[in-house]
């Protein structure tokens, strides 16, 4: 284990004691709550060596996938080389805390999950580069949080029951959709957002509202990305199920949004 490692694991434990969790500070293995590093191979290709903050804070619904999807992003960070910390604890959303990660990933947060210095001290580290990464609830995380919700790109409004639709491929040339077929049908829960985000982002995935019913929106972004200061943004509505966390499709858009979402080195 390199110094450098070796400094992130023990504040990977200091964190883990900080927060009175019992778990045992891992280097392998499932991501337990609320951190763990997974060293990363040495002859990892690409994105080798990026720090990878996973955040599962809910103070609203709560979704069951959110295990699965740390497990996916766990996988992920031992095939791709990623150091990976998962936490629920708000304090990490420090200057100094933050910028040990190359991306942060909201991964189906809701309420009002940070502090106002805590908010703060999260907005330096995007525009100052930071990644974000938001994974499905996400946008319905932090209404009264003005910053977050442009960071985002729309605010969720509701949903209909879960059901199949047909989603258009508007990028194929992004990391997060370039293993996409042009069309195609996927089962989520297709959320309505309270304003369109296309005017202020690059979409990636729209969804076709004549394939189900209950849209709202006509126009129907459903993933897109853009710049924020220095930082790189993506949001995906996709990932209500657990189903979504092992199936290729949604595999390789996770995989490829935190590829692209971190830090310019
Ligand atoms: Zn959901």
Redesign the pocket.
């Known amino acids: 284990m390199s110094s450098a490692v070796a400094t992130r694991t023990l504040l990977a434990c200091f964190l883990l004691v900080w927060t009175a969790s019992s778990l045992a500070c891992s280097g392998s293995g499932p991501v337990p709550l609320d951190a763990s590093f997974a060293d990363a191979p040495s002859d990892s290709p690409g994105s080798q060596n990026t720090r990878v903050l996973v955040f599962t804070r809910t103070l609203a619904y709560r979704?069951e996938s959110i295990a699965d999807g740390v497990a996916l992003i766990s996988r992920l960070a031992v095939a791709n080389g990623w150091r990976l910390t998962r936490t629920e604890e708000p304090a990490t959303f420090n200057d100094a805390s933050l910028a040990e990660f190359d991306v942060t990933v909201w991964l189906?947060t809701t309420g009002d999950v940070l502090e106002e210095e805590q908010q703060a001290a999260f907005q330096r580290y995007v525009e100052s580069g930071g990644g974000f990464v938001g994974v499905?609830?996400a946008s319905d995380t932090e209404y009264d949080w003005p910053w977050y919700a442009s960071l985002v790109g729309a605010q969720f409004s509701d949903?209909p029951a879960i059901q199949t639709a047909t989603l258009n491929v508007e990028d194929a040339t992004h990391p997060a959709s370039a293993h996409l077929a042009t069309t195609f049908s996927w089962e989520d829960?297709w959320y309505n957002f309270r304003e369109n985000p296309r005017a202020h982002v690059d979409v990636l995935l729209s969804v076709d509202e004549s394939s189900y019913a209950g849209g709202t929106m006509g126009d129907h972004p459903i993933a897109w990305t853009h710049s924020v200061g220095q930082g790189r943004a993506f949001y995906t509505a996709l990932g209500?199920s657990a189903d979504a966390y092992t199936d290729p499709t949604f595999v390789g858009h996770l995989e490829g949004a935190i590829g692209w979402a971190r830090r310019a080195p």
């Open positions: 979704h189906s499905h609830a949903h829960e209500h």
